[in-house]
């Protein structure tokens, strides 16, 4: 595709589940974000990738929350045992080239919903 | 980390000239100001970035003072379509830390007919 693509759209879920959102970021594009927003917030960082190599996982809010990519395209953010104050949209951005301060392209990102 | 302040909440009318500042008093050298637009539903989109002076580009001008402690983003003739929330972020490239870029709050730029 064109742009980011990210899967599912909107995702709910009981307190308690396991819940699996996917990254597709645009062909060749090294860089790779997970954000996290909160209703009326900005995007706080999650982690980041290049590659399949996650240099950064410092706004990783809890170990319930882990991200992987490994072949360096396709990414999945997995949070387990999922809380309310999980609730909020996920975004996914890349980049093309190492430096992180280029041109980041998002996603629409997924909605999770925690009930 | 740069620290960015920038004004919550902005109203302007349509075909006005809109100008959002950004502060960012502990910038350091090597960092750039990158700034973003976000419409409801959607992901944040790169609106224009730079280092110093002046930069244009088709939808916007930044405005980059020397001390570079602030700086504004610049939409000419705003449309109703132009209401969305803007970010300004400061980081440096290569960054030290991909937290750098931290997006803020934002400025909610309103148009009003």
């Known amino acids: 595709g064109a742009g980011v693509s990210q899967s599912p759209r909107y995702k709910v879920a009981k307190r308690g589940q396991d819940v699996a959102l996917r990254c597709d970021p645009i062909s060749g594009h090294v860089s790779l974000f997970w954000y996290q927003q909160a209703l009326g917030q900005g995007p706080e960082f999650l982690t980041y990738f290049q590659n399949e190599a996650q240099l950064d996982k410092s706004g990783l809010p809890s170990d319930r929350f882990f991200a992987e990519r490994p072949e360096g395209s396709v990414s999945t953010l997995k949070i387990q045992r999922t809380q309310q104050e999980d609730s909020a949209v996920y975004l996914c951005?890349?980049?093309?080239?190492?430096?992180?301060?280029?041109?980041?392209?998002f996603g629409s990102g997924t909605q999770l919903s925690v009930l | 980390l740069a620290k960015t302040t920038q004004p919550i909440s902005m109203d302007s009318y349509e075909g006005q000239e809109v100008n959002i500042t950004c502060s960012h008093n502990n910038i350091a050298t090597n960092d750039y100001i990158t700034w973003y637009q976000q419409f409801p539903s959607q992901g944040p989109r790169f609106i224009i970035q730079g280092y110093k002076t002046k930069v244009t580009n088709e939808v916007a001008s930044l405005f980059i003072p020397a001390d570079r402690k602030s700086s504004t983003l610049s939409l000419p003739r705003v449309s109703l379509s132009d209401t969305a929330v803007y970010y300004c972020l400061v980081g440096d490239a290569p960054p030290r830390s991909a937290r750098q870029l931290t997006f803020g709050s934002g400025t909610q730029l309103t148009v009003l007919p």
């Open positions: 951005a890349s980049s093309l080239v190492r430096q992180a301060t280029e041109k980041l392209f």
